[in-house]
């Protein structure tokens, strides 16, 4: 499994967009790559997907380098409720949906 | 309504008792977990099904037990606890196959306590 890097912690203020980056050098061709986010005395929930260029959903945008070794989360309009662990996780799906989980990205959102 | 439960939610436990954390989901998934997360770090995997009658151990296993009776209800047994087990368990569900095979679905945590 490719070795994940995230900054361990972010600040932003509510309004503003907030991109959260992810190196994983080592990701194979059979890899995807998945962004969960635990708010407080929660589990983790499941944000995005993707296995390469650019995928948007409802709550996120994810962009994906062309040589698939970096990643980007892009929140836009943080509100005080996106304040959370953000957590990048590489994996193939020859393992049946194993996570494997890191330390995460810290995001604290000001008012 | 909630689709993965746990009980209990907290548990206080003694040192060589037998604690069992139960987790029901009502998703129709095949694949089940149990993660343990200790303050400020991410999940550890302990042990995953992929259906009733199935377990399989995770990347941290020693020390528990997982039972998968029925495709709704996955256990984490541990037989003698121990205050190196004090920490936030989750269990979660998902389906392990398709464009978005890990995508799961936790549930709320239980909180342990070994004392």
């Known amino acids: 499994l490719a070795k994940t890097t995230q900054p361990p912690s972010m600040e932003a203020y509510e309004g503003q967009e907030v991109n959260v980056s992810c190196s994983h050098t080592n990701i194979a061709t059979s890899e995807y790559i998945y962004w969960y986010r635990q708010v407080p005395h929660q589990g983790p929930q499941f944000i995005i997907q993707g296995y390469k260029d650019y995928v948007v959903n409802e709550v996120a945008s994810l962009f994906i380098s062309a040589d698939r070794k970096l990643s980007t989360l892009s929140l836009p309009w943080v509100s005080l409720r996106d304040a959370a662990v953000y957590y990048c996780?590489?994996?193939?799906?020859?393992?049946?949906?194993?996570?494997?989980f890191g330390d995460g990205t810290v995001l604290t959102v000001k008012p | 309504e909630a689709a993965v439960t746990q009980s209990p939610r907290n548990k206080v436990a003694v040192t060589g008792g037998k604690v069992t954390l139960s987790c029901n989901q009502t998703?129709?998934?095949?694949?089940m977990y149990w993660y343990r997360q200790d303050t400020g770090h991410g999940l550890r995997l302990i042990h995953y099904s992929y259906g009733a009658g199935s377990t399989e151990k995770g990347d941290i296993p020693d020390g528990y037990k997982a039972s998968r009776p029925s495709q709704e209800n996955f256990s984490l047994i541990l037989e003698l606890a121990t205050p190196s087990q004090t920490s936030v368990y989750f269990c979660?569900?998902?389906?392990?196959?398709?464009?978005?095979?890990?995508?799961?679905?936790f549930g709320p945590g239980t909180r342990l306590t070994v004392l």
């Open positions: 979660a569900s998902g389906e392990g196959t398709g464009e978005n095979y890990a995508e799961q679905f």
């Open positions: 998703n129709n998934h095949n694949n």
């Open positions: 996780i590489v994996t193939d799906g020859a393992n049946t949906g194993k996570l494997t």
